[in-house]
DNA sequence: GGATTTCTCTAATCTTGGTTAGAAACTCCG
DNA sequence: CGGAGTTTCTAACCAAGATTAGAGAAATCC
């Protein structure tokens, strides 16, 4: 049982190392489900019987593959900022390279919101505890988080170098502003009240219009 | 200031109908406290000891004015956000009647923001903790945010009336985008790195710019 | 000033849920 | 088949923290 880094406990995976091992496979199913527990039903509502039932084991299982509730819980945190991120950098990356730098801000923005309300309850997990859990839990996916950060911030100075965001805009708040107003939507939208099509569009249009120039 | 309904326990100020009698003083410093440390530690991290610490008290002395800690934390949630709505209400009220409807609604980002961050430990409790109490302690809240809810769509369906917000903007995806913005700062603002000044135009701009008319 | 009521404290109780122990079950070769 | 290693289960264990009991201050009223 061999331990690396802040990281879990983690069996190690002696003789197989295939595609992926049973066990790992297990793993997998009981990080899934403390996401999905832990969107749902936020950090403090998250009880290990919960996440146990959903993954369908018994609670002390858990303990095979985490040695605690909280590294359980900063695993998933850190595994959502970190899809996020992953995930708008390729979206981004395939873009031709003749986009311009608004182009690249509002497929940001597109990805960002279609990633956390469709794929993945790591993502909205994430964003929803990111206050909420206490502090050491906080340290590692906070790293994630400013990478993050710098992505966006690169997109708004790269925007408004290229003078396709007015000159007198604070990108750097409002960029704050536009990350809150897209992580806030976690805690309201509903796709059977608004499609996912006109709240990306609208989100662009607060930007287009709110940053860029006329 | 008493409240009715499904109130907490409350001892019958029988004889004493003063000003603020000792125990109605306790009381509000006991509600005081809990907003304090709900709003900083969030509903999973708040104990009644810390509680009744910042109130300078013990804990089971929080029992004689409230019947359980849920039914503290819902009154606290509930005044949050009252009391907002009653501040936007009141300063919307203070306005001169030949205030344009952007006026109205760029002040209204003004007195959101400026409450939040500024005066009411209340207010940051209740939009921290909305999605993470548990479901029957959001009853009575949720009522006093659908009313919040509606003098927002009020505001933009007047401006967008009088031709002040663009025809084509989908006002209530905005407004819900604009809310998200404006209460994740909570999660975020820091008064050393950003002046709440600069926090308060930037978002009136987001809103000038970004929903209103060219 | 004493009696009654109001308020707060200390000490004990109870529940919830994370965690640990240790016994089965299961897998995977040989 | 049989045994070593891996995985998961049942049955405790334990700590934290909410809540209750009941005694003792403090205020209030006649």
Redesign the interface.
Known sequence: MDVTGTEAARPAPKSASKSASKSEQTRQRILDAAAEVLSRK????TRLADVAAVAGVQAPAIYYYFSSRDVLVEEVMWEGAHRVRLHVEETLAALPDDSTAMDRLLVAVDAHLRYELQVSDYATASI?N???V?EQLRVRPAAEEALYSRLWRDLFVAAQQAGEV?AD??V???R??????????V??WNPRT?SLD??V???Q???R???GT?
Chains 1, 2 share one sequence.
């Open positions: 936020g950090y403090a509502g929803r990111a206050g909420h206490p007015r805009l604070d750097n708040t409002f704050l502003l536009l990350l809150g107003a897209m992580n806030w939507v805690e309201w608004r006109e709240l569009a609208t989100a249009g607060m930007v219009h709110g940053a006329a």
